[in-house]
């Protein structure tokens, strides 16, 4: 099992549609989590921390399921600026309790 | 403030020729980090820097690909010998401490003729 999967997609939904994307990890010890956002041909960058059961912020809503090793991404009201690749992250808690594993992400459409 | 930079953030160059890549991280992160990202693909890790500790290489593809950090702050990456699948974007990346949040450089496009 990979350390971190996420469904490659795309997800191509209309403007004002709700989308979820899942990922799931393999280390049971991590503790906390990040989902990343990346434009096309950009570098990531920071969307939600996620240290307990879950973070809302705005139309964007992330969720810890420790029990079957799964985080969630909600986005409500989709814009057309959502459009771009979201990366799941978790802690490796392995030999390295220093190293962050990245998905390889998940791909955003958002059309008019 | 300012954040992570990188540079040059465009590199060409020939096969077999040897490429430095530098990555200047945000003032006073203790945790850097280099990844390597292939056109359409996800981030692959190369070496991680934490502080004065030993870096983690376990990433790193062959011995051709080597890191340093000097003096706890700048960092370059050297690909010795460079092939046409080393072409990718390099990202550098820091964080306050490990684990944390990590900021990433806009990246160096490398390709390799």
């Known amino acids: 099992r990979k350390e971190v999967e996420q469904d490659p997609g795309p997800f191509n939904v209309p403007e004002g549609a709700t989308v979820a994307f899942n990922c799931t990890y393999s280390n049971s010890a991590s503790q906390s989590f990040f989902w990343y956002r990346q434009d096309c041909r950009k570098e990531p960058k920071l969307l939600m921390s996620?240290?307990?059961s879950g973070n809302e912020d705005g139309r964007f809503t992330a969720q810890l399921n420790r029990a079957s090793q799964y985080i969630s991404l909600l986005i409500r009201d989709s814009k057309l600026s959502d459009s771009a690749t979201y990366l799941c992250v978790s802690p490796w808690g392995g030999d390295n309790t220093d190293k962050l594993i990245f998905g390889t992400g998940t791909r955003l459409q958002v059309f008019p | 403030g300012a954040g992570v930079s990188q540079s040059p953030s465009n590199k060409v160059t020939e096969k077999g020729k040897d490429v430095e890549l530098r990555c200047d991280p945000i003032?006073?992160?203790?945790?850097l980090y280099w990844y390597r990202q292939s056109l359409g693909q996800g981030l692959e890790f190369l070496i991680y820097f934490q502080g004065n500790s030993a870096p983690d290489k376990s990433g790193l593809p062959s011995d051709r690909f080597s890191a340093e950090r000097t003096g706890g702050s700048v960092s370059t990456l050297t690909i010795q010998r460079t092939q046409q699948e080393d072409s990718a974007v390099y990202l550098c990346?820091?964080?306050?401490?490990?684990?944390?949040?990590?900021?990433f450089g806009p990246g160096t496009r490398l390709t390799v003729l």
């Open positions: 990346a820091s964080s306050s401490w490990p684990a944390d949040t990590q900021y």
């Open positions: 003032s006073g992160h203790t945790a």
């Open positions: 996620v240290y307990s």
